[in-house]
Each structure stands twice: as structure tokens, then as C-alpha cells.
């Protein structure tokens, strides 16, 4: 049997325990990536509506979540809270209950939970309260989902604007429709003002001074790209907000125009051209009528930054 050297020994022990460490953050990595890409197609699924596929992307992110953090951490609330909201969408509020019941247990027995995970938990309970016709009880969570969301982004963020429009959609239900229509117009205004600034950091490419002249006031050049979960949710609250205005017994054309201008500034950051001056159009033909001509203004403005990206990305 041949000797080995003690060093040599000692050496291989350190190898064999680095190659281990590193198969191990290797593995762990993946399962990490497979958390957020099963959570990610979840969240799609459900802004599109799609409650019945978003169920099996959420259960394999929980699954993934609980194999790489254990039964009781933070990081499966995230999970629960996605399976209750399209249990929700399903009518199935028995099994959303337990979801909710369980991210509940996890955020009340974690003293550091983010104003984020608190404001998403508050929403998700106003959602079921909602759906079982409590609206006091929805609209007291609501409440608290936009102060808590507030706290963590402002008032004024995309990331607060799903609880104002969710507090609207119960207002509406209880055929208040002056608070569901000032709701609304916040929510409209938020992703309006949004789109509006990312436009505006686009813009700053251009050599033409007319062109980046999207907005008069001044903004900070620090806007992120839209993702993939704020373009399905910005599309589904913007249009759902159309359907109301225009199916509205009281017809109010700036409103209806400036939610076509925001879903066309929408489809037009997303690259899909035709559909952006399709909408575009639409708005500037209702601004035309209007007294005020400034929305008019911006709209003429959009259509040109359409025609310009349309010609240099043929």
C-alpha cells in the first residue's frame, strides 16, 4: 500500500471540500434561478388571466423554494401569495384561504418582513374579501396594501397603483362611482407618467431637440426598462380601465383619451409598432375634439418618435 504523504493529504482534504462547496453553490444557484423563472411565468400567468396555468408555475417555485429554503422562510410567500391570487381568479377561495393563511403564519413569525411582502399579502386578502363580497373587510386591506406599498415606493409608483386600482374595482361593485372613477384616473395617471419618463430616457439618444421634447417638465435619467410582469399588469389594468370608460353610460373623452395615449406609449416601448400607432391615432383623433390641445400636443409627438423607430428598425 503506498504511503501518502501528510500534506499531500491535507491538500486533497481542502480539494475535495472546495469542489464540494462550489458543486454545492453551483446547485443552489440553479435552484434559485428555477425559483425565479417558475415564479416569474406564474405572475405572468395571472396578469393575463391565465389562473389555471399560473397554478402549476407557482407550485413548482414553492416546491423549488422549500427545497432550497426550508418550510418556514420568507422566500415561499412570494409562492403562496401567486397561488392564492389565481385561486382567487378560479373562484376556489376555500384553497386560496389556506394559501393566504399560510403566507400569513410565515410574515407574522418574521419581525423584519419588507413594507413590500406586507403591502402584497394586504392586497391578495383584499382580493379574497373582494371576491367573497365582504367589501368592507377588502377595502380595509386595500388600504393598508397602499400604505404599505407607499411606504416602501411612494405613492405615486407603479408598484402602489395595483392596489388603487384593485380599491376602484370594489368601489365600482358597490356602484360608487365617483371614488371608483378618481381611482382610476390615479392608476391611469401613474402608468401615464411612467411610460412618459421611460419615453423621455429613450429619447435622449436622439439628435432631434423636437423629439426629446416628450415631456415639458424635467425627470432624473434612472428609470429601469419595463420587465416582463409590469408590461402584462400595466396591459391588463390599462385596458380593463379602457373597457370601463368606454362602456361608461356618461361618456368622458380626456379620460378615455389619455389611457389609449398611455396603452400606445406602452406598445410602443414593447417594440410592437403598429399597435402603438394604431392607439396613438385613436388617441389624437378624441384630443382633436377636446378644447384643450396640449394631451393633442404629446400624442403628435408619440407619433412621430413611432414613425422614426418604424423607419430604422426596418
Known sequence: MPIVDSNTYIISIFQFRKERKHGMEQLLHRQKHLIDLTHKVAQKFVFEGKHDEAIPAALHSLRFSIDTCGPDSMELVPAY????EASTGLGHLTQ???YLSQAQWIVL?????SNDIQSKLHRNLGLLYAAKGHFEESLYHLATDIYLASCAFGTHDIS???GYFHMANVFFRQNKMDIADSLYTEVTDIWHAHFSRLIQVQSQTLTSPAEINILSEEVEISEEPLNEDQQAEASQVLNAILDIRE???KQQPAKTARVVHALAMLHYLILDLPKAHELGMKAF???KQLPNQDASEAIHRLLKLIKSKSFYTK
Open 96 to 98: 386560496a384561504e389556506e
Open 81 to 84: 401569495l401567486i397561488l392564492a
Open 247 to 249: 362602456q361608461a353610460p
Open 160 to 162: 402602489t397603483s395595483g
Open 285 to 287: 383623433l378624441i384630443t
Open 109 to 113: 413569525k418574521t419581525s423584519d418582513c
